[in-house]
Structure formats: C-alpha cells, structure tokens
C-alpha cells in the first residue's frame, strides 16, 4: 500500500499564506513527479503545481506567481507555499505523486485524501 497524507489546510483571510504538505510512505520504490491539484465546489479538479524528480516545476497559469513547489526526496515529501491567498483559492487541494512500486512494471498515479483551503474574511 502506498499512503499520501497531506497536512497544512485551513481558514485563511484573503492576502494571507498557507503551507501544505504531503508525505509519502508505504511501498513506494520510485517517485517521479509530484504535485498539487485542486477543486473547487461544482469545478473540475485542476492542476496547480508540479515538481519533476529533478526539480523542474511547472505552474497553473492563473496562480501569477503567488504559489511555489518543492519537495524532499530524502523524505518523500512534497510542500505548496501558497502566498496572497484569494477567495478564489478556495478549494480541496490534492497531492499527486507520480510512481512506482517494486512489483509494478509501470509507474501509477497516487492521490491523498485531500486537504481542504478556504480563503475568506
């Protein structure tokens, strides 16, 4: 089995900040890439950030800059520092882990059980 668990969730004012995280454990042999996504009540779940396994990121293009990825291989760990937060942030955020385990021939998608962000005054 291979557990996500996400942390760092929360209420926040608008023009605040949040840090989520997310570990990884389990029978995970290989990570590849890594990310967050997100979804809003009545919307499609959405990218909002990745993290190649070396480092490279890619981002939604609304985020303009306020949000950033990284991650700790050593701890199997990927973070989002989501800055200047809007009302329009709100949502259930989602970790993403692209991988494998020993046993598969191919690597899969994994996903934690979400991590609820509400931006609000």
């Known amino acids: 089995q291979v557990q996500l668990v996400e942390s760092g969730g929360g209420l926040v004012q608008p023009g605040g900040s949040l840090r989520l995280s997310c570990a990884v454990s389990?029978?995970?042999?290989?990570?590849?890439?890594m990310g967050w996504y997100r979804q809003a009540p009545g919307k499609q779940r959405e990218l909002v950030a990745g993290?190649?396994?070396?480092?490279?990121?890619n981002y939604a293009d609304s985020l303009e800059g306020r949000f950033a990825i990284s991650r700790d291989n050593a701890r199997n760990s990927v973070y989002l520092q989501m800055n200047s937060l809007k009302p329009e942030d709100t949502a259930v955020y989602y970790c993403?882990?692209?991988?494998?385990?020993?046993?598969?021939?191919?690597?899969?998608?994994?996903w934690g059980q979400g991590t609820q962000v509400a931006v609000s005054s």
């Open positions: 389990g029978s995970i042999f290989s990570i590849y890439a």
């Open positions: 993290i190649s396994s070396g480092g490279r990121t």
């Open positions: 993403n882990v692209h991988g494998r385990k020993l046993s598969d021939p191919s690597p899969t998608d994994y």
